[in-house]
Each structure stands twice: as structure tokens, then as C-alpha cells.
């Protein structure tokens, strides 16, 4: 036992001495960080877009002009409820859906639970101006004053050579340089690219389609033409879209003789949907946002230990056959055993291991403590429930599970190979054997209990990363017990056989054994 401590200690400081150790440490938290001040700047940096209307049937124009304003005041919306959250004196918000306190929780909460009825009483009831006198009493004393978003979209002026009575094909066969970036427009004064055409035919109205009718109109391109290069933001053609077809429905009733006024007022009303736990003790039975974390929790956990057994299996493979290219294994198998050899290896790197993931909670902390945000704050929130939960304990047995079970067969594929590239050959199937379950794991957290899940679930090599994923779902006892039995007699058979491929694998020279000479080698006595 003290030969297997010392060897460790020295896998361990073999480890954590490198550049390379913390390299690897520091890329995790690193990445996160980029990619959430990345996200937020790209958010914040969307460029200021131009448009052209062309309304040849003198009918929709208002409602195009109405659908971006409501796109703007969608905008403002949704800066101002986080203006709030970041400004207002009790920031700290209940995780529920239904605790509104205030008159600011309650138009947060209106936000969250329906944006467009939300965004309907916001422009009914005044817009910005009203929710600022609404909000002012809420707000820190010191708080900065709320600056709106810029336009994000505006029409510019058609070009003179551009005749907007002209038939669609000639219109945009006019437009077409700028559409390509080959000209620019002007619109109030300055120049840019033109981002989208909106022509709207002046027989439009023939491709109107309505119940038991077919559209007359016998066009190639049907409807409203949007063209643009960009078509993956789809944000200023589905807005044009439903605006316009709002419209339409708005004269279909005035047609019919259907007060307006009281359809919208009927399509605003709802009822909200009560989500309760069965489990969950008398008079709790409410499910909160904190409940649904806690639900998909184990998906982040599940991420946390494939990149984390991935890292370390890798390193003890790695440090394997290095050592036994450069024949230090030689050297160390006349002090020890290798059964004490192989132990120590186990244990070092898993004490690097922790040292990982310990250093990526640390730094996940101090990023949340440093950085303060309405969205570091939710993060913070939800870590807290994470961490408050029964998941941890699944968490810490299923990793150390996963990882006995895998270092012992990455360790006998270092044992076996002299170079790097010859053990790629005999891990790329155990890469590919732990795609299965991460692939699977929204749909896991989705149904924890299908039938295909829970079979799988026995297969020793998923159980580690699908339990952890089934945990928050309280699986059946017997898929707790008889899988927990199942992968421990794995992970003893895996490291009693590993024992013995590394015993008689590590002195080995030459190209790997096959698959036969294998299971003759581990028959014979050493």
C-alpha cells in the first residue's frame, strides 16, 4: 500500500508540474468565458440594417412599418426587463413562476409567461414611458438611466433608376446590385448594403388562401417577395409576415361583420398551466423554474465527466507509453510490482483528475463573483440549486465508476502500444462507445424511464454517463441496484484483467497483439 501511495503522489506531481497540465486546465473556463462575452457583444452589436419597400398594391405599407416598429418595441422590451433585473433594489428574484410580489415581478413574470400578449400590453398601455413611471419606485437610487436600442432596421430610399411601377422581374433586376453588395443605398444621410427587398405585387391579393378556396394566382414566386442574402435571420420577414396577415384578417372581419376589438381581446385571454409534482410533499407540490433546473442538471453533469474522464484516460494513456518508449517503466517495475505500478497510475491521475474539475468550479466561481450580470446572477442561482440538490452524490459515484472502469482498459491499450499512433487504432471504439450515450442525452432527460433507455442503462460501459442523466428523474430501485451491481463486478473484472494485460503487455515490444494472442497471453502464467 505505501509503494501504490508513493507511486501516485508521483503520478500526481508528474502531472500538475506541467505547463501543459494547466494549459488544459485553464482552456475549459476560458472558453466559456469568450463565448459569453462573445455572445453578449454579439447581441449588443447587431448592425443597423437597410430596407426597400416596394407596395405596388397600396395596400400594406402600414402594416410593414407596423411589424418593424413592433420588432423595435419587442426590443425595448426585452432590454428593459433586464434593465430591471439589474436595477431594481431586491435583486434577488425567487426561482418560481407564480411569485410576483411587486408590481416589477409581476411584469417580469407577464414577460416570461407570454412575450407577445406582454408585448400587446406594453404598446396598449403606453410603452417605455409607462413602464419607467411603473418601474421607478423598484429601481436602486443610483440607477443609470435606461438607453433604448438603436433601429435595427430601416427603409431607405429607392434608387433613381428604379421604377417602382415597373413588373417585379424588372424591379428586381434593378435592385439586384445592391442586393449582391455591388452598390450601396442612402438612408438618412448615410450609406450601406441593401439588406432585404419587400415587393409587394399589385395583385397580391389573388394569393390570398382561405378555407375551401384555392389562391387564383398562378405567379412563380406567389405572395410577398422578400428577397435577401441573409436568410438565416428570419426575425424582419416573419414579422412582415404576421403583421400582414393580421391585416388581412382584420378587413376578413370587418368583412363579416365581427367586432375587431373583441376577437383581440379574446385571443389575449389565458389560462395558466400549473405544473405539480405528484412527489413532492403536501403543499409543495408546485413545480418552480428551480425544479426544472434541477431536471436537466444531469445534463451538465454528464458533460462535466465525459470531458473530464476524457482528459484523464487520455493522460494516463499518454503517460503509459511514454514511460514505456523511454523504458522509465523498466526502471520502476525493479522497485515495484506492476500490480502496484498499475494502481498507482490509477490513483495519480485521478487525483489530477479532481484537481481538474476542482480548478474549473473554482474558476467558475470566481467568473460569477468577478463578473456580476443579470445573467451571471441567473447562473449563480442555478448552480445553487444544483449544488443543493441529491445530485452531487450521483455525481461523485458515477464519476469515479466511469473512471475505474475506463483508465483500466486505456491503461491496458497503453501497456500493449510503443507509440501514440498505434494505440489510436485500439481506443478510436471506446471514443466511439461513449458518443452513444452523450448523443442521447436530451432525449434521456426528455423519457429517463423508455424501455430502450433502462436496457441500455445495464450495459456497464453506458451505465456511468446514463444513470448520472436518468438521476433526477428517481429511476426504478431495481435499474439502481442492479446496474450499481452490475458495474462494480465490471469495474472488478476490467481492472483484474487490465492487471493482467499490463503485467504482460508493458515489457512488450513490437506491434500490438491481436485480439487471440491477447486472450492467449492473459491464459498463460507470467
Known amino acids: 500500500m505505501r509503494m501504490i501511495r508513493l507511486i501516485a503522489w508521483r503520478e500526481y506531481m508528474e502531472n500538475v508540474k ?10 475549459f473556463p476560458l472558453i466559456f468565458a469568450v463565448m459569453y462575452f462573445l455572445q453578449t457583444a454579439l447581441q ?9 419597400l416596394i407596395d405596388q398594391s397600396g395596400q400594406y405599407e402600414q402594416a410593414v412599418a407596423t411589424a418593424i416598429d413592433r420588432e423595435h418595441q419587442r426590443r425595448i422590451l426585452q432590454e428593459f426587463v433586464a434593465y430591471l ?41 403606453g410603452g417605455l414611458n ?4 411603473v418601474a421607478s419606485p423598484y429601481l436602486e437610487a443610483d440607477a443609470p438611466p435606461f438607453e433604448q436600442p438603436d433601429y435595427q432596421f430601416i427603409e431607405a430610399d429607392l434608387p433613381p433608376e428604379v421604377d417602382a411601377r415597373g413588373t417585379p422581374q424588372e424591379i428586381v433586376a434593378a435592385l439586384r446590385p445592391y442586393l449582391n453588395g455591388e452598390r450601396e443605398v442612402t438612408a438618412e444621410g448615410e450609406s450601406d448594403t441593401l439588406f432585404a427587398l419587400i415587393l409587394i405585387p399589385e395583385e397580391v391579393d389573388r394569393d390570398i388562401s382561405r378555407p375551401g378556396t384555392l389562391p387564383q394566382g398562378n405567379d412563380a414566386n406567389p405572395g410577398i417577395q422578400y428577397w435577401a442574402r441573409n436568410l438565416t435571420d428570419s426575425r424582419l420577414p416573419d414579422a412582415i409576415g404576421n403583421s400582414i396577415n393580421s391585416e388581412i384578417r382584420e378587413r376578413e372581419y370587418e368583412n363579416l361583420g365581427v367586432n375587431t376589438q373583441l376577437i383581440r381581446n379574446v385571443q389575449r385571454t389565458r389560462l395558466p ?20 433546473f434541477r431536471q436537466f442538471a444531469p445534463i451538465g453533469f454528464v458533460y462535466l465527466m465525459f470531458i473530464s474522464l476524457m482528459v484523464n484516460v487520455q493522460a494516463l494513456l499518454n503517460n503509459t507509453i511514454e514511460e514505456k518508449s523511454n523504458r522509465i517503466i523498466e526502471v520502476l517495475l525493479a522497485s515495484v510490482t506492476s500490480d502496484e505500478l498499475m494502481m498507482g497510475k490509477l490513483v495519480g491521475i485521478g487525483m489530477a483528475g479532481l484537481t481538474t474539475i476542482g480548478a474549473w468550479l473554482l474558476s467558475f466561481y470566481f467568473f460569477i463573483l468577478l463578473y456580476d450580470s443579470t445573467q451571471t446572477e441567473l447562473i449563480s442561482q442555478i448552480l445553487e440549486v444544483i449544488l443543493s440538490s441529491d445530485l452531487i452524490p450521483w455525481f461523485v459515484f458515477y464519476y469515479f465508476a466511469g473512471y475505474a472502469l475506463y483508465s483500466g482498459i486505456f491503461l491496458a491499450i497503453g501497456s500493449l502500444c510503443d507509440t501514440i499512433k498505434e494505440a489510436q487504432a485500439l481506443m478510436m471504439p471506446m471514443m466511439m462507445v461513449q458518443i452513444i450515450p452523450i448523443a442521447m442525452m436530451v432525449f434521456v432527460v426528455m423519457d429517463p424511464n423508455n424501455s430502450i433507455v433502462r436496457a441500455m442503462s445495464w450495459f ?16 426504478p430501485l431495481v435499474d439502481i441496484i442492479g446496474t ?7 469495474i472488478v473484472f476490467v481492472l483484474w484483467a487490465s492487471g493482467k494485460v499490463f503485467k504482460l503487455g508493458v515489457l512488450r515490444t513490437g506491434q500490438p497483439p491481436k485480439l487471440l494472442e491477447l486472450f492467449r497471453m492473459m491464459r498463460t502464467r507470467p
Open 130 to 133: 409607462f413602464a419607467l413611471v
Open 460 to 475: 456497464p460501459l453506458f451505465t456511468p454517463y446514463l444513470m448520472m442523466n436518468r438521476a433526477a428523474a428517481d429511476p
Open 273 to 292: 398551466v400549473s405544473q405539480l409534482d405528484p412527489n413532492a410533499e403536501e403543499g409543495e407540490e408546485a413545480v418552480s423554474m428551480a425544479d426544472t
Open 85 to 125: 433585473l439589474d436595477n431594481r433594489k431586491d435583486s434577488d428574484l425567487e426561482l418560481t413562476a407564480a411569485n410576483a410580489n411587486d408590481a416589477a415581478s409581476q411584469f417580469v413574470d407577464d414577460v416570461d409567461a407570454d412575450e407577445v400578449a406582454a408585448l400587446d400590453e406594453w404598446l396598449d398601455s
Open 18 to 27: 506541467t505547463k501543459g497540465f494547466w494549459i488544459t486546465i485553464m482552456i
Open 484 to 490: 450499481t451491481g452490475l458495474l462494480v463486478a465490471s
Open 44 to 52: 449588443n452589436a447587431t448592425p443597423t440594417r437597410f430596407y426597400i
